[in-house]
């Protein structure tokens, strides 16, 4: 990551940044004691803080207890998410209600020798009879002789789809404790240093720092533990040390409408889910079907050396996946039922980890036991067609059973209008081991003006899908708008059970091409070698179409639905296509994933029927390299289209009403707002420059 250093660098003090807290703090708290006269307005401002015991900012500090009041009464919620402390401390403190103030208690022993810690209580502090929340408040001491207090600014987001990182921790550690480069586990030895808190926008302010050099860490708490757990948090980190000290100022400011500090950032990092180390051993071994087995083991692509069961061929066990890291395998017996026995026995040699988590070769016999075991639905059936069979033959008529229905099964995953470009995929719930596609007739069926059908043969395909045996696709030489009929007839298909289809007919439509829209992608990549990975989605996030394997050229999407898309690249680096993950162990960064932009800074691309969309993109400028100028001005950029969309509907709204004949008292509020933002910012920039 590259810094700017050329302007002067941030040397704050403790009344410096006292001074800068307390001016933040002033922009949304009142100035005086007041009360909401009755019939009056709601009051919206939030608590003020009128006195602490000790005073802020205590030196020397060997108290047990600190009394934080207010000018009014308050209330605590979400304490256990909302509060922490920075370092954290043995136990972490409780927090109480005593009259108009908090009582904050401190153990006994939870305390370290010269060291400034910060309470910060987040939004968990509101007043008590309207909820208005007290943002940023922050209660700092140290036991030394003096307070660290340097500051530096960040912003965090997800390494996968940009989107900013809300409330995620900053851990900042002494990089002196690093000793080995190339294998990074402090976070697993060592509590931080420092601990911060990004804000709902991914931006966040370290406060207390010392002017050393850090290691840096994000990681977003899921289980609110405090703690950073492999598989279940995500993570982020730096690259490089970093020291406060050697950084030129921010601007630094509050959010006028979400009401929380921000600032403009010095780092950024981005999140992403590392993998736990897992022990690798069979974890189950299980026989739900008669024709199936499933073996579980404990940790990804568990090697198996061999797989033997008695008086079951090797040819006849069909192997399925059913996981993305293969640690659940479905072993199926390509045999007639009549043929498996009810206890199968078999021997297995794999690759298991031992007490020093090396992996040893491992034998384990199998017993697997199977019984059919009735169904509710299927005892009373049974009972049913018993009764009916009795009184049949009382009499004295000839009792014919019904039909019992196909255990064939499938799920069609498609509707009665078809995208010509992609496939009917069937997903059967059995492998197939024969599939008879000569049988398979597709027809294009044209009506004329008197209702009469005509049917043409067309070419129908059916492949089976790469990632899913059990997923097959069906496709044809299909038009736009054209009217079809799919007839498969009985047999066709057959699972390894032995049990096939019934006849299956569907009749859809193909979608009228100018009823969409066509998106091209003019791709440059950054050299002719480079591969990428295009995914199309729209206004929800839900995937429309994803491409992978893609390089310099045009590429285009057909039948795009009408409003609004996005268009997520990734820069496929090894070329596997998919996007690979970070590695804290390793210190390796996830791979780069960025959205498409427009030169308004805008990421939705709008699409209407019928309409031909190219987007130019510039693969050496989106993928350029990370600058804290480039992370700001996209920030901004991000921003100024947020406030126009804010201002754009409270208009429609304003005009609705207008319409309505109701009578509108805030036509011009979206104006407001934006000058709002905007005035924030250069007055609050203004000051931190003063006192920098």
Same mark, same amino acid.
């Given at each position: ?83 922490? $402390? ?19 208690? &401190? ?90 808190? /990004? ?11 010392? #002017?050393?050099?850090? =290691? ?7 289980? =609110? ?9 995500? $993570? ?26 921000? /600032? ?10 590392? =993998? ?17 087995? &499933?073996?579980?083991?404990?940790? #990804? ?6 797989? @033997? ?19 659940? &395998? ?42 059919? $075991? ?39 995953? /498609?509707?009665?209008? &078809? ?40 070419? @129908? ?169 480039? $992370? ?20 429609? =709204? ?39």
């Amino acid at each position: 990551m590259k810094q700017n250093t050329e302007s002067s660098k941030i040397r704050l003090n403790l009344a410096r940044a006292v001074a800068a807290l307390t001016i933040c703090s002033g922009l949304f708290s009142r100035c005086a004691n007041t009360t909401t006269p009755l019939g009056g307005p709601t009051d919206s401002l939030p608590p003020v803080v009128t006195s602490m015991l000790p005073l802020q900012g205590q030196t020397k500090f060997a108290e047990k207890k600190i009394f934080i009041e207010f000018d009014e009464y308050v209330q605590l919620k979400d304490v256990g998410s909302e509060f922490f $402390v920075s370092p954290a401390m043995k136990k972490k403190p409780t927090l109480t209600i005593r009259g108009r103030g908090v009582q904050v208690s &401190i153990t006994d022993d939870s305390l370290k020798e010269n060291q400034t810690y910060a309470l910060n209580f987040g939004s968990s502090v509101r007043d008590n009879n309207e909820g208005n929340v007290l943002y940023g408040l922050r209660y700092v001491f140290s036991t030394g002789e003096s307070i660290d207090s340097m500051i530096m600014s960040g912003y965090v987001a997800d390494g996968k789809s940009g989107d900013s990182a809300s409330k995620a921790l900053l851990f900042f550690y002494d990089a002196l404790c690093d000793t080995i480069p190339e294998y990074d586990s402090i976070l697993f030895k060592k509590q931080p240093d420092v601990i911060a808190r /990004a804000e709902n926008n991914g931006i966040f302010v370290a406060q207390n720092l010392k #002017p050393i050099d850090y =290691k840096v860490y994000a990681v977003q708490d899921k289980n =609110k533990n405090g703690t950073y757990e492999p598989g279940v948090d995500k $993570v982020g980190f730096l690259d490089e040390y970093v020291n406060p000290a050697n950084f030129p100022g921010f601007a630094y400011w509050v959010d006028s409408l979400r009401k929380y500090p921000t /600032a403009d950032p010095q780092v950024y990092m981005r999140l992403f889910m590392d =993998k736990d180390f897992k022990r690798q051993n069979m974890t189950a071994s299980e026989r739900p079907l008669q024709n199936k087995i &499933i073996l579980r083991f404990g940790a #990804p692509r568990p090697e198996i050396r061999s797989l @033997v069961f008695d008086n079951i061929p090797e040819d006849s066990v069909v192997w399925e996946y059913m996981t993305k890291g293969r640690d659940t &395998i479905a072993l199926w017996l390509n045999m007639p039922a009549e043929s498996i026995k009810d206890t199968l026995e078999g021997i297995i040699t794999y690759m298991r980890h031992d007490s020093l988590n090396v992996l040893q070769p491992r034998t384990d016999t199998m017993k697997l036991l199977w019984s059919y $075991v009735e169904t509710r639905e299927e005892k009373k059936e049974r009972e049913e067609e018993e009764k009916a069979r009795k009184a049949a033959e009382e009499a004295g008529e000839e009792y014919i059973p019904k039909p019992k229905a196909n255990p064939f099964g499938f799920k069609v995953h /498609a509707s009665t209008e &078809i995208n010509p470009n992609r496939t009917i995929p069937i997903e059967f719930i059995m492998p197939l081991v024969s599939v008879d596609s000569a049988q398979i007739e597709l027809a294009n069926v044209v009506t004329d003006k008197e209702g009469n059908k005509t049917e043409t043969p067309v070419g @129908v395909r059916i492949e089976q899908d790469t990632a899913n045996m059990r997923k097959w696709h069906i496709s044809g030489d299909w038009e736009s708008g054209g009217e079809y009929k799919l007839t498969i007839p009985a047999g066709v298909f057959v699972n390894v059970a032995r049990q096939s289809n019934d006849t299956l007919r569907a009749e859809f439509k193909i979608m009228e091409k100018d009823k969409y829209a066509t998106v091209y992608i003019n791709l440059t990549g950054k050299t002719p070698e480079s591969k990428y990975i295009l995914t199309m989605m729209d206004k929800s996030g839900t995937i429309l179409e994803e491409r992978r394997d893609v390089s310099t050229g045009v590429h285009g999407f057909e039948y795009v639905p009408e409003g609004e898309i996005s268009v997520r690249i990734t820069e496929d680096l090894n070329g596997n296509g998919e996007w690979d993950s970070g590695d804290v162990i390793a210190r390796r960064q996830p791979e780069r994933v960025e959205t498409y932009t427009s030169e308004a800074g805008d990421k939705a691309v709008p699409t209407r029927a019928n309409w031909e969309v190219t987007l130019n993109m510039d693969m050496n400028k989106m993928f350029a390299p990370v600058t804290i100028e480039s $992370v700001i001005a996209k920030l901004e950029s991000a921003e100024r289209v947020r406030v126009n969309k804010l201002m754009e509907e409270r208009l429609r =709204k304003a005009e609705e009403k207008k319409r309505r004949g109701d009578e509108d008292e805030n036509t011009g509020g979206g104006f407001s707002i934006g000058g709002a933002l905007g005035s924030m910012k250069s007055k609050i920039g203004s000051v931190t420059n003063a006192i920098k």
